[in-house]
């Protein structure tokens, strides 16, 4: 028996199940079923059945130990790579850079003080992504000495890269529009340290934005902030701002979100550490959640994102 495709002009082809034997010199075959309406895995599974393979079910084969949100990380992580932050905080990696870079994530993501930072990343697959897993609140805290002992030298490395009106613009707006959440420090160090990290984090944010825009309420957000800091001022919408709020789509259908939101939607994707059912020693490996249309989407933008001219690395 085998699985036969029919070509149709004007419809999805025809699959049939069928049986072929010989009569004299001539091959006949006769249909046992139509199949064109069936599950595609299903189809598959039957097709492979055919062809002599032993199927299983997945979970019989894996088990998954542990799922953690990581697409939002993957994403924060792209653009850090992509600016060239890691490389402009410390051209060579090491553990106090690694874990500035986790803490610049998890600023974006969610602030809150070194020791909900060191409880939290590890509900994520930040801990495990930048090696900080066994690390700290002392550690956070060194690494922020650390960070303090570079700021002069990074900040001028920032300076030199304002090459376009753009990265200007997004240089003023650090200075005036940078966010800090409110948080207990040890020390008046630790406070300037903890302030200078938020500037770096809302510098990958900031491109983060400009990548992304067309799924943001982007235009919107901006002006808001904008009437915030100006009461006296109206606020101003696009007419293809007002449209794609009107909408809460994008022209190919996909929901337009806050950052935040955008963020949540990316976490639904997941790292999952699995290993082979039955056998308890046997080493884990991780298997990513296959992306959504939108993750899809989202991940075209930031490699479309144009690096040149926007302050980064040439």
């Not at 753009?166 to 207990?184: E, H, N, Q, S």
């Not at 790292?271 to 939108?294: E, G, H, S």
């Not at 690096?307 to 690395?313: A, S």
């Amino acid at each position: 028996m085998y699985i036969d495709k029919v070509p149709n002009r004007t419809s999805r082809p025809t699959l049939l199940l069928r049986e072929s034997y010989r009569q004299g010199r001539r091959v006949l075959k006769d249909t046992i079923l139509n199949i064109t309406h069936w599950p595609p895995h299903v189809v598959e599974a039957l097709r492979r059945a055919l062809k002599g393979e032993t199927l299983v079910c997945a979970d019989d084969v894996f088990a998954i130990q542990r799922s953690l949100p990581h697409g939002h990380i993957e994403v924060i992580m792209g653009m850090i790579r992509k600016t060239g932050l890691d490389r402009l905080i410390a051209s060579k990696r090491c553990r106090e850079r690694d874990l500035v870079l986790a803490m610049i994530v998890k600023q974006i993501l969610e602030p809150g003080s070194k020791l909900a930072v060191t409880r939290a990343w590890h509900s994520t697959s930040l801990a495990e992504e930048f090696g900080v897993a066994d690390a700290e609140e002392d550690d956070l805290y060194e690494a922020l000495d650390w960070l303090l002992a570079r700021q002069k030298k990074i900040e001028a490395k920032l300076a030199r890269r304002h090459l376009s009106p753009g990265d200007l613009a997004l240089y003023d707006r650090l200075k005036t529009d940078l966010r800090v959440r409110p948080i207990f420090l040890r020390t008046e160090a630790h406070a300037r340290a903890h302030t200078f990290l938020c500037l770096l984090a809302y510098f990958v944010e900031w491109h983060l934005r400009q990548a992304l825009a067309p799924l943001l309420f982007e235009e919107e957000e901006l002006q808001e902030d904008r009437h915030t800091r100006d009461p006296v001022a109206p606020a101003r919408h696009s007419p293809s701002a007002k449209q794609k709020k009107a909408a809460r789509k994008t022209p190919e259908g996909f929901p337009i979100h806050s950052f935040s939101a955008l963020l949540d939607e990316m976490a639904t994707r997941c790292k999952n550490w699995c290993r082979l059912d039955n056998v308890p020693d046997a080493p884990l490996f991780p298997r990513l959640t296959d992306p959504t249309p939108y993750q899809e989407k989202v991940y075209k933008l930031l490699k479309q994102y144009p690096v040149e001219g926007n302050g980064n690395p040439r």
